[in-house]
C-alpha cells in the first residue's frame, strides 16, 4: 500500500520557470510533511516543510502549498535554476518530524538553461 | 558541522554472503535510523533508535538483517544472508531533540550479484 503518491515521476522546466510537484496522501494521522532535495551519489537534504495547521510555507524560492481536506500538499519552486536540477521527494509522518518518514517515489527536475 | 558518515561507500557481494555497514551520526544526535533506497523508488526506514534502544523496527526483515547501536553512538546494520533484491543504498540518518528533520549521509550502494 503506497501511502503517500507523488507525481510527475519526471518533470522538465526551462530556467526561470516555475516547478509544481504534487503529493498526495492518505493517512490523517499524519502530522508532519517535508520536502527532501537529492541530488545523484547524495543523502536526501531537508528543502522545507509543513504541518497540517498551517496552508502554506515559503521559504526562498520553495513554497509548500498543503490542503488538508484534499489530503494533498505540493511543492513549488519559483525561478527555477539549472542548479535545482535533482530529485525531489514528498514525505509524511505520524510521529512529527522526529518520526518514520514515509516517502514518495520522487519527481526527477531537470531545469534547462 | 560534520556530517553524518557511513563506509563503506559501495560494496559488491555475491547472494547468500553477509555484509555490514557502518554509521557515525552527528555528535551528539540521540535519535539514528537505517533507510533503505531501492534504485527509483523513495527511501525506506528499516529501524530507529533513539540512543542505544529501538523504537520502530517493524519494517526490518529480521530473518537476515540485524542492527545495533552500542554505546548510542555508531551503528551498524548486517545483512546475512544477503538476497538479490538486498542490492539498494543503505541510507543511515540522525536527528537531535526538539530540532525538526534528519541530517542524511551519503549511504553505502550494495550490489548482491
Known amino acids: 500500500q503506497q501511502q503517500v503518491k507523488q507525481s510527475p515521476q519526471s518533470l522538465i522546466v526551462q530556467k526561470g520557470g516555475i516547478s509544481i510537484i504534487n503529493c498526495a496522501y492518505e493517512?490523517?494521522?499524519?502530522?508532519?510533511f517535508p520536502w527532501y532535495q537529492q541530488f545523484p551519489g547524495k543523502g536526501p537534504a531537508l528543502l522545507i516543510a509543513?504541518?497540517?495547521?498551517?496552508s502554506e510555507k515559503k521559504e526562498g524560492r520553495f513554497t509548500i502549498s498543503f490542503n488538508k481536506s484534499a489530503k494533498q500538499f505540493s511543492l513549488h519552486i519559483m525561478d527555477s535554476q539549472p542548479g535545482d536540477s535533482a530529485t525531489y521527494f514528498c514525505?509524511?509522518?505520524?510521529?512529527?518530524?522526529?518520526?518514520?518518514?514515509?516517502f514518495g517515489k520522487g519527481t526527477k527536475l531537470s531545469v534547462k538553461p | 558541522e560534520a556530517g553524518v558518515a557511513q563506509s563503506p561507500r559501495y560494496k559488491i557481494i555475491e547472494k547468500r554472503q553477509s555484509v555490514a555497514f557502518w554509521c557515525n551520526p552527528i555528535?551528539?544526535?540521540?535519535?539514528l535510523y537505517w533507510y533503505q533506497q531501492i534504485l527509483g523508488q523513495g527511501p525506506k526506514l528499516l529501524i530507529q533508535?533513539?540512543?542505544?534502544?529501538?523504537?520502530?523496527d517493524s519494517q526490518l526483515p529480521k530473518d537476515r538483517f540485524s542492527a545495533e547501536r552500542l554505546k548510542g553512538v555508531d551503528s551498524t546494520l548486517k545483512i546475512q544472508p544477503a538476497k538479490l533484491e538486498d542490492s539498494a543504498v543503505y541510507l543511515c540518518?540522525?536527528?537531535?531533540?526538539?530540532?525538526?528533520?534528519?541530517?542524511f549521509g551519503s549511504g553505502t550502494r550494495l550490489t548482491v550479484v
Open positions: 540518518a540522525s536527528s537531535f531533540t526538539g530540532v525538526p528533520g534528519y541530517t
Open positions: 493517512n490523517t494521522a499524519f502530522d508532519y
Open positions: 509543513i504541518r497540517p495547521d498551517v
Open positions: 514525505a509524511a509522518s505520524k510521529g512529527g518530524s522526529q518520526g518514520n518518514l514515509i
Open positions: 555528535s551528539g544526535h540521540a535519535t
Open positions: 533508535f533513539q540512543n542505544n534502544g529501538v523504537v520502530d
